[in-house]
């Protein structure tokens, strides 16, 4: 692709950032860049490099590495990215960046595990207070806000009970506070949420899902507004010593190049069966942002373009802990794990009332999450099917 193009377009964004085959011999892919120590041809271009620009050590970067954070950036609409290695490295850098010792964050009560678990033990030690709140929260965030309130952190939709957050309402409060907007938007990616059109700041990507989308590598990343909210998040991760794998780099740049007709492939098959469950006698409720019965599906009609294969549904009544067990393990295409965004379709179950604190989960039944992949719909349909059969069989 020829420099002197600019794609507009996710989709030819997706197919041409990044790459510079006019500057690397031909070459459609950037090559992988093992690297670790970078030498210098003379005493002036050793002492005159230029902060968070081009190669000077293995850890701030490769041009493989530079390749996939232009990509992305360009993707977002970001003023740069920031490439690390994981999704929890992601969040964690991110929000890092903003904190000092007596500082107060607000975090949604949908929010992934992990970050949770970072808020309430590193955090906590460091003296940072985290309070959560509720997702449907809206402008009312204002009443949560401290002096002292320096991050807000939104996930949307959340990332087991799937409630749609009103990013924009939220966002305009946290500013009018002086605090920076941090957003997970892993579930969405760039594609179906625009997060800097709605007052985001930073976000963060566990580009181990649907970039790489083939569960085979680990990959966080991290996109800034503008040059101020980079160079704190860079010099955060820095610190750290947070930075992405060369090999990872270069399968979540090969991922990226098909992940819009992933995604859509991903959207079509989650809302044919998250349909179908809605019919089942066994389910109770199904918990998916494009349906109407879901919490926020009106903001998420109002923000998002479409959606991606992770829902979650809960069952009716009571069914033993054997039952259930009958219905998951003789899954024949399903499989168990905790993970999602690659080609195979999964399910988990779960407790989320363990991940709730400002609005308790009052169901007590289990919810089961379930990540829809690439195979035949009917083929999942079937085996949804016969293992909820096993689970009123067994009951």
């Not at 938007?185 to 930073?202: M, Q």
Request: hydrophobic content about 40%; overall charge neutral.
């Amino acid at each position: 692709m020829s420099k002197k193009f600019k794609a507009t377009k996710p989709d030819t964004i997706l197919t041409s950032a990044g790459r510079d085959p006019e500057n690397n011999f031909g070459i459609v892919n950037p090559p992988v860049y093992h690297a670790s120590t970078i030498v210098f041809p003379t005493v002036e271009k050793l002492n005159n490099r230029i902060p968070f620009e081009g190669v000077s050590y293995g850890r701030n970067g490769t041009p493989t590495q530079f390749a996939l954070e232009e990509a992305f950036a360009q993707l977002e609409g970001a003023h740069r990215c920031v490439a690390v290695q994981s999704g929890l490295a992601a969040v964690t850098g991110a929000i890092t960046g903003f904190l000092k010792a007596g500082d107060h964050m607000l975090v949604t009560d949908n929010s992934y595990g992990p970050t949770r678990k970072y808020a309430d033990s590193v955090l906590k030690r460091f003296g940072v207070e985290t309070t959560y709140f509720d997702p449907m929260i809206g402008a009312g965030i204002a009443a949560l806000i401290k002096p002292n309130t320096k991050v807000v952190f939104v996930e949307a939709p959340g990332s087991q009970t799937f409630e749609v957050q009103d990013i924009p309402a939220i966002a305009a409060e946290a500013h009018r506070a002086g605090a920076t907007v941090i957003m997970d938007n892993t579930w969405a990616t760039p594609l179906f949420f625009r997060p800097f059109d709605k007052g985001v700041d930073v976000v963060a990507h566990a580009a181990t899902k649907y970039v790489v989308g083939h569960s085979d590598a680990m990959l966080g990343l991290i996109n800034c507004k503008d040059r101020a909210t980079f160079e704190t998040v860079k010099n955060a991760c820095m610190a750290f010593g947070f930075h992405a794998a060369p090999d990872d780099v270069y399968l979540g740049l090969r991922g990226l190049r098909t992940m819009g007709v992933r995604l859509r492939q991903h959207e079509k098959s989650g809302l044919d069966l998250a349909r179908w469950l809605k019919t089942r006698p066994e389910v109770n409720k199904v918990l998916h942002p494009a349906l109407p019965d879901c919490p926020g599906h009106e903001i998420f009609k109002r923000d998002f373009t479409g959606s991606s294969g992770l829902f979650a549904f809960t069952l009716k009544g009571e069914y033993t802990d054997e039952a259930e067990a009958r219905m998951l393990d003789d899954m024949r295409i399903f499989g168990m794990g905790y993970s999602w965004g690659g080609y195979e379709s999964l399910i988990i179950p779960g407790h989320p009332g363990q991940f709730r604190s400002a609005v308790p989960w009052n169901d007590r039944t289990r919810i089961y999450r379930a990540h829809i992949g690439l195979e035949d719909v009917e083929d999942l349909r079937a085996d949804l099917a016969d293992g909820l059969d096993r689970l009123k069989n067994n009951a």
